[in-house]
C-alpha cells in the first residue's frame, strides 16, 4: 500500500511533463526561474519506476512490432545523421528522438496502462487546459501573451504557445465531456459546463489544427463510450450533434461578424496563409521533390538545408511521415508506419475488450495528437512520443501485485 501511494502521483506528473510547453505558456509560469519541463521529467522519474515496479504487467504481443519499429526508427535516424549537412540541426533533433522520445514513450505505456493512473492524468489534464485557457483569456486581455500567430517579441515562442495550448483545450474539453457523460445530476451538468468553457476557450489563441483537433476529439471520444457502454444509438447519433452545435455556432458567427473580433482562432480560420513561406503545401511539395531525388534520406536535421532556410526547425515538414521520409528516406518511412501506424491498429483491435472509460480516455488524449503528427510538429516532439505510448497501453493492463 505504501509503494503504491509512493507511485500514485505519476499520473498527475505525466500530465505535466506531456503539456508542460502548454503550462509555460502562461504568464503566472513563463517567468519561473527554472526549466520546468526538466523539472517535472525529474519528479516524475520516482514515481513512474515505482508504479513500473509495483504492479504485475500482462503485455499483449501486438505492442511489440510497434515498440521494435520505434527503436529501430530511433536508430536508423542517427545513422542517417552521418550523411546530413548539418551536424548541429541533427544533434538538436536526435537528443530529443533519441534520449526524451523513449522516455515518454515508456511513461504513456506505463501510466496509460495503470487505470488509477490513467484517471488522474486525465484529471490532471483537465486541470492543466482550464488553467492555461484562463491564463490566456486573461493575458490576451491585458496583453501579457502573443498568440495566434501575431508577431510579437519572439514569434517562434508564439508559434508553439497556440498550438501546444490547442492541443490541451482540445484534449481537455474532450474529456470533460467523457466525464460529464460518466456522471449523473449536478455532476454531469458541472462537467458540461468545464467542457463548454474549454471549447469557447480553443477560439482564443489561434490554432487551426487545435480547432480541429478539439472537434475530431469531441466527436470521438464520447462516442467511443456510448458505443462501448452499450448506448449504441446514442452513440451513432453523437457525431451528429456536435457537428449540429458546430452548425450552428458558424450560422451564429455568419449572421453576427462581429462577434468574431477577439477570437484569434475564428479569425485565422479566414485568412489563406497556405502560400506563404510557413504554409503547409509548399513544404510537403518540397518534402516530395527532395524525397523523390534522396531515396535514403537527406539525413537528420537536414531538410531545412535542402531547401534553403538554415537550421531553423519551425519550417520542418509539419508531416511526421513526410519528414522520416525525406530526412530518412523509405527505411525511416516504413519504420515510422510500423511504430505510429502500428500503435493505431494495435489500439483500434483492443478497443472491443478494453473498459468504455478507459478507451474515451485515451482516444481524448491520442486523437489531437494523431492530427498534430500529420501536419504540424516535427519527429523530436516528446508529446508524439508519449501519446503513441498511451495508444499502445491499450494492450497492457497493469494489475495490483
Known sequence: MHAASLA???????????????????????????????????????????????????????????????????????????WGASRDAAAAKLAELVLMAPVMLAAGLLVGADQRGLRRFALAVVGIAAFVGGSVAIGIADRSVVLGGLVGADPERARVQYQVTGLALASGAALATVFALERRGMARLGWAAVALALVFAALLPGGRAG???????????????????????????????????????????????????????LERLTENRLGDEQGRL????????????????????????????????????????????????????????????????????????????????????????????????????????LALGLALSLRIEARDA
Open 8 to 82: 500514485a502521483p505519476a499520473g498527475l506528473l505525466a500530465a505535466g511533463l506531456h503539456f508542460a510547453g502548454a503550462l509555460k505558456s502562461a504568464p503566472l509560469l513563463s517567468a519561473l526561474p527554472f526549466d520546468l519541463t526538466f523539472a517535472l521529467a525529474a519528479c516524475l522519474a520516482p514515481p513512474l519506476a515505482i508504479l513500473a515496479l509495483t504492479r504485475r504487467w500482462h503485455i499483449d504481443a501486438g505492442v511489440a512490432l510497434p515498440l521494435l519499429a520505434a527503436a529501430a526508427l530511433w536508430f536508423w535516424m542517427v545513422v542517417s545523421a552521418s
Open 282 to 385: 509548399p513544404l510537403w511539395r518540397a518534402a516530395l521533390r527532395w524525397a523523390a531525388e534522396a531515396p535514403m534520406g537527406l539525413g537528420a536535421g537536414s531538410f531545412g538545408i535542402a531547401t534553403g532556410s538554415g537550421d531553423t526547425r519551425r519550417l520542418h515538414p509539419h508531416n511526421h511521415a513526410l519528414e522520416s521520409l525525406v530526412e530518412g528516406g523509405w527505411p525511416a518511412l516504413l519504420l515510422w508506419l510500423g511504430a505510429f501506424g502500428g500503435a493505431g491498429l494495435a489500439a483500434l483491435m483492443a478497443v472491443a475488450r478494453a473498459a468504455p472509460g478507459r478507451v474515451a480516455r485515451i482516444a481524448a488524449l491520442t486523437l489531437p495528437m494523431a492530427l498534430t503528427v500529420m501536419v504540424s510538429t516535427d519527429l523530436g516532439n516528446r508529446m508524439a512520443w
Open 211 to 265: 480547432l480541429v483537433a478539439l472537434a475530431l476529439a469531441v466527436a470521438t471520444a464520447p462516442m467511443l463510450l456510448l458505443w462501448r457502454s452499450g448506448a449504441r444509438l446514442a452513440a451513432l447519433g453523437w457525431p451528429f450533434l456536435v457537428a449540429a452545435c458546430g452548425g450552428v455556432g458558424a450560422l451564429v458567427l455568419l449572421l453576427a461578424p462581429d462577434l468574431v473580433d477577439g477570437l484569434r482562432t
